[in-house]
């Protein structure tokens, strides 16, 4: 019922910046909060930054101020803006709407993000 599609990934170098975009089927104010995970080769997946209905935002330790999280121009998106990228960056990036209900919440299929000189 719920679909997220994410994009604007890509390659770029060290130093470099890239704006990722989820798209989903219904306004992100009907979910609880919408994240931005990501997951890089061999590693777990981890979240990245968060916002909630009620505006909180809320990042991992490694962000350190270089990524912004918003929503859209449009009521169904949210944005990723992500600036001074590094290689350790690099990943599958994945958009996650948090629901009441549903324990896991409803996923993307991820768009890919490469950091590389």
């Known amino acids: 019922q719920v679909q997220l599609v994410e994009s604007g990934g890509g390659v770029v170098q060290p130093g470099g910046s890239l704006r990722l975009s989820c798209v989903t089927s219904?306004?992100?104010?009907?979910?609880?909060?919408m994240a931005w995970y990501r997951q890089a080769p061999g590693k777990r997946r981890e979240m990245v930054a968060r916002?909630?209905?009620?505006?909180?935002?809320n990042y991992d330790y490694f962000v350190n101020g270089r990524f912004i999280i918003s929503r859209g121009s449009t009521k169904n998106t949210v944005d990723l803006q992500m600036n001074n990228l590094k290689p350790e960056d690099t990943g599958d990036y994945f958009c996650?709407?948090?629901?009441?209900?549903?324990?896991?919440?409803?996923w993307g299929q991820g768009t890919q993000v490469t950091v590389s000189s």
């Open positions: 219904e306004n992100i104010l009907s979910f609880y909060a």
């Open positions: 996650n709407a948090e629901d009441t209900l549903i324990r896991s919440g409803y």
């Open positions: 916002i909630d209905s009620g505006g909180v935002i």
